[in-house]
């Protein structure tokens, strides 16, 4: 929800700090979500779910981003679907 309270047409950097852990959870950065960075203070965060085409056949990715200028910082996407059966990125 964090990504929500963005000014659509953002124009000035803002950076949401993202504390350690794991997170079972699919993000989108919508177009207009300008100027945006993600980032977390270590390596040890992960942002996972697994999104696959059985699952939603139209966007099958777990961190989407349509925003210019994105940066996301320290934080591993993982995407939990099993390396054989169904097509995932």
């Known amino acids: 929800s ?3 309270h963005v000014p659509a047409n953002n124009t000035r950097r803002t950076v949401i700090n993202v504390k350690r852990g ?4 699919m993000v989108y ?3 207009g979500r300008n100027f945006l960075t993600v980032r977390s203070d270590d390596g ?3 942002i996972r779910y697994p999104n696959n085409a059985t699952f939603n056949p139209q966007q099958r990715q777990v961190f989407g ?3 210019s200028d994105f940066t996301l910082e320290n934080i591993t996407v993982r995407n939990m679907t099993p390396r054989i059966g169904v097509q995932a990125e």
């Open 65 to 67: 981003v349509d925003a």
């Open 22 to 25: 794991d997170y079972l959870e």
């Open 2 to 4: 964090a990504i929500d």
């Open 29 to 31: 950065v919508p177009q």
């Open 44 to 46: 040890d965060t992960v």
